[in-house]
C-alpha cells in the first residue's frame, strides 16, 4: 500500500525556484499495466484515488530531426538510424477517465487536482521501472507540451536517471505544435 503524504498546495508558477528538490524523489506506485497493441499503459492511483495513465506509445521520430544544440538526432545514435528514422517511446499521461485520448490536447490539460508534487513522485518511480526493462531503447520522447512540464520532466530524468541520458529539446514530427523534449540514453 502507497504511504500518505501530504504536500503544501503550491502554484506551478512557484515550482521553478526549487524544482530540482521537489522532483527528486520517487513515490512507490503500484499499477496495472495495460497492453493496447500500439502502446502500453500504466494505470496507477494518487492518495485521493484519482486514477491516472502514464503511456508509452511505440514511435518512430527521423533521424534528421533538428535538437536544441543543432545536430540532428541520427547523428547522436548513428547505429539506432535505420532507413532514416530510429525507434523509441513517447511518454505522457493523462486522468483515466479522459474519453478522448487519441486527441492529443487532452494530455495537455491540467487536472487542477493540487496533487502534482505526489503525481509526479509516481510517475517517477513508474518510469524508473519502466525504462530499466526498456533497455533495447535508447530514445525516448516526451511530445509536444508545455514548457513547465517538459522542464518536470526534464528534472525527473536529471534526478533519476544521472548520467544515463542526454536531454534535448527539438521538434518531432510527431507533435508538429510546439516543442518536445528528448531523452537519449548514453552509450
Known sequence: ???????????????YENIDEIFDKDIS?????????DYLCY???????TEYDLELHYTEEFCNT?????????????KRCINGIIEGFDI?????????KDNPGEFEKETNKHEYIELFGRI?????RVITNHRKFDLFVVGYSKRNKLEIYKQIFDNHFKGEFDLYYGKSENHPDGESLFVVRKK
Do not use: H
Open 124 to 128: 517517477s518511480n513508474i518510469l524508473k
Open 1 to 15: 500500500m502507497p504511504r500518505k503524504i501530504k504536500y503544501d498546495r503550491l502554484s506551478l508558477l512557484n515550482i
Open 92 to 100: 505522457g499521461f493523462t486522468l483515466t477517465s479522459v474519453e478522448n
Open 66 to 78: 533538428k535538437l536544441s544544440n543543432e545536430m540532428e538526432l541520427g547523428f547522436i545514435l548513428p
Open 29 to 37: 506506485t503500484d499499477f496495472r499495466i495495460i497492453d493496447y497493441g
Open 43 to 49: 494505470n496507477f492511483k494518487t492518495d485521493s484515488e
